[in-house]
T-cell receptor
Framework: AQKITQTQPGMFVQEKEAVTLDCTYD???????LFWYKQPSSGEMIFLIY??????QNATEGRYSLNFQKARKSANLVISASQLGDSAMYFC??????????????FGTGTRLTIIP | EAQVTQNPRYLITVTGKKLTVTCSQN?????MSWYRQDPGLGLRQIYY???????DKGDVPEGYKVSRKEKRNFPLILESPSPNQTSLYFC?????????????FGQGTRLTVV
C-alpha cells in the first residue's frame, strides 16, 4: 500500500532562515510522482513543486527545492530564506498506482510551519 | 482563468438532511476527485473519476455518492449526513492521470453536521 509520512506536526523557524520539511514515502510502483502543497490559513491548496521518480535532478522552484533521495525514499522540501508569508500547513503527496493499477494521489498528515519575526 | 469552483464554501446542516456540494472545472480535465481533510489525518480521497460516467471509490467512500455526467462537473452527494462527516472537503482535477500533472484544487467546503 502507498504511504506518505510527515513526522513533524509543527515547526517554528526564525525569519530568513532555511527550513527543511521532512517527507518519506512508500510504494511498490517504480514510476511515481511527488508533490508538495501549501495550505495557508485561508484554506486553499497551492501547488509548490513536483519531482518525478525518474528525474535525475532535484526539482527547484524559486525558493523551494525538493531534496529527493530515492534510495532512502525521502522527498524533503527545503525553503530557503523563509518569509512570514511562508507560515502555513504543508502537505507532501505522492501519485502512484495502487495494488489494483489505479493511480492515486496520497497525502501525508501535514506539517504546520510558523515563521517567527 | 483556469479554476476549480466548489459551492458552497460553508455549510451547516442537520443530521439526515440530504445535501450536494457542487464542483466544476473549466480546464477540460479528465480526472476529478473529492477529498476530505481532518486534523491529524491529512487529506483522504473519497471518490474519483477518470472520465465521464467513470467513477470509483477512494479510501473513505462510505456515506458519499458522486456522479460524472459531464466532464466539467463532479458533485458530491451526502444522502443522509451524520456528524462524523463534519470536515473540510476539497474537489480537485488534473489533466489526465499522469505522474507529472499537478492537481488543481477548489477553494474547499467547510461542512458542519449537527
Amino acid at each position: 500500500a502507498q504511504k506518505i509520512t510527515q513526522t513533524q506536526p509543527g515547526m517554528f523557524v526564525q525569519e530568513k532562515e532555511a527550513v527543511t520539511l521532512d517527507c518519506t514515502y512508500d510504494t511498490s510502483d517504480p514510476s511515481y510522482g511527488l508533490f508538495w502543497y501549501k495550505q495557508p490559513s485561508s484554506g486553499e491548496m497551492i501547488f509548490l513543486i513536483y519531482q518525478g521518480s525518474y528525474d535525475q535532478q532535484n526539482a527547484t522552484e524559486g525558493r523551494y527545492s525538493l531534496n529527493f533521495q530515492k534510495a532512502r525514499k525521502s522527498a524533503n522540501l527545503v525553503i530557503s530564506a523563509s518569509q512570514l508569508g511562508d507560515s502555513a500547513m504543508y502537505f507532501c503527496a505522492m501519485s502512484a498506482d495502487d495494488n489494483f493499477g489505479n493511480e492515486k494521489l496520497t497525502f501525508g498528515t501535514g506539517t504546520r510551519l510558523t515563521i517567527i519575526p | 482563468e483556469a479554476q476549480v469552483t466548489q459551492n458552497p464554501r460553508y455549510l451547516i446542516t442537520v443530521t439526515g438532511k440530504k445535501l450536494t456540494v457542487t464542483c466544476s472545472q473549466n480546464m477540460n480535465h479528465e480526472y476529478m476527485s473529492w477529498y476530505r481533510q481532518d486534523p491529524g489525518l491529512g487529506l483522504r480521497q473519497i471518490y474519483y473519476s477518470m472520465n465521464v460516467e467513470v467513477t470509483d471509490k477512494g479510501d473513505v467512500p462510505e456515506g458519499y455518492k458522486v456522479s460524472r455526467k459531464e466532464k466539467r462537473n463532479f458533485p458530491l452527494i451526502l444522502e443522509s449526513p451524520s456528524p462524523n462527516q463534519t470536515s473540510l472537503y476539497f474537489c480537485a482535477s488534473s489533466l489526465v492521470y499522469g505522474r507529472g500533472t499537478e492537481a488543481f484544487f477548489g477553494q474547499g467546503t467547510r461542512l458542519t453536521v449537527v
